[in-house]
């Protein structure tokens, strides 16, 4: 009995192989999960970084455009209307009005 009790004891179980077995498993897919993670930061790092250098080359060849096309005109540089906004909205729901019935 005594030696059955030995033999028992240093072998380990169904249930701690199953166990030990799941444990190695979720190590495993938590490691390539990170490797995921650290992956998909890399892209979007280098998507940022393409996009940084595109918004850069836009502003660049908007300011040459500016100084060589006196006509061009940015948002910013868009002079406004001198008639009220209530005017133009005014006269636009005037003309809708007038011009529904044609």
Do not use: C, W
């Not at 030990?20 to 890399?42: D, K, M, P, Y």
């Not at 540089?77 to 909205?89: G, H, I, L, N, R």
């Amino acid at each position: 009995m005594v030696a059955l009790a030995a033999i028992s004891t240093a072998t380990p179980s169904l249930q701690s192989m199953l166990t030990r077995s799941q444990l190695q498993a979720t190590h495993l897919e938590a490691q390539q999960a990170e490797s995921t993670v650290r992956n998909l930061h890399a892209r979007v790092h280098a998507a940022e970084n393409r996009l940084q250098n595109r918004q850069v080359k836009v502003r660049s060849l908007s300011d040459q455009f500016s100084q060589s096309d006196p006509t061009y005109k940015s948002g910013v540089q868009v002079k406004t209307s001198d008639m009220p906004v209530k005017t133009q909205e005014f006269l636009v729901d005037l003309y809708q009005a007038t011009s529904a019935g044609r």
